[in-house]
Each structure stands twice: as C-alpha cells, then as structure tokens.
Nanobody
C-alpha cells in the first residue's frame, strides 16, 4: 500500500496541527495504521496507532491526552490531530500500515509514507 503524509509545518508551543495520511489502498479498513516520529539524532518512535476493523486506538504516554488518531476509510485517510504541542514534539512524522495489528515497533510495518516535518518553536 502506498502512503503519503502531509500537514506538517511550523507552530508555536501550545498550538495545533492536523496531519493527514493518504492511502492508495482500496480497503484501508483492513490495515492497522500507525504514526511514528523521528527527532534529530534520535531513533524513530511509535506514538499512536489505530487498529483495523474495531478501530481501537493506542497512544504513547508522551502524547496521550494531546494527540488523537482517527480514520476515514471511505476517503482512505488517517489523521493525527495534535494539540498542546511542545518543542519536544519537533520531529519528522511518518505514517505506516500493516495488515496485521498495531505495534510500537517500526520493523512490524510493511508500508511507509515519506514523512512530514513538524517544528514546534516560538
């Protein structure tokens, strides 16, 4: 499945951004979709995932209560609403898909988007 992430940009601390992940897959609902991020000099980390079928959502503690993942299978889109952004949220954000289940491990996911840069700074 081909994925394309978009929506990144420069935002002040406390601000909001909404990332989008567009999919080429006709039946997006058959994939678990995750958001990962990679800050400069750091490893890629999983921050949120939405399961296929029942759409159970998962969040890393670092974003829980601030970020919301959602999907629109009809539009073949997955979103990440990011509120109360902090400078430590600065990173390149990637979406990833897999036919199996959610995971926090990047090696679990078979398809990746190209990444979109989010910069949180005043």
């Amino acid at each position: 499945v081909q994925l394309q992430a978009s929506g990144g940009g420069l935002v002040e601390p406390g601000g909001s951004l909404k990332l989008s992940c567009a999919s080429s897959e006709f039946i997006l609902g058959e994939y678990a979709i995750a958001w990962f991020r990679q800050a400069p000099g750091k490893e890629r980390e999983g921050i949120s995932c939405i399961a296929k079928y029942d759409e159970t959502t998962y969040y890393d503690d670092s974003v829980k209560g601030r970020f919301t993942i959602s999907r629109d299978n009809a539009k073949k889109m997955v979103y990440l609403q990011m509120n109360s952004l902090k400078p430590e949220d600065t990173a390149v954000y990637f979406c990833a898909a897999d036919r199996r289940r959610c995971s926090w491990y990047s090696s679990h996911f078979s398809s990746w988007g190209q990444g979109t840069l989010v910069t949180v700074s005043s």
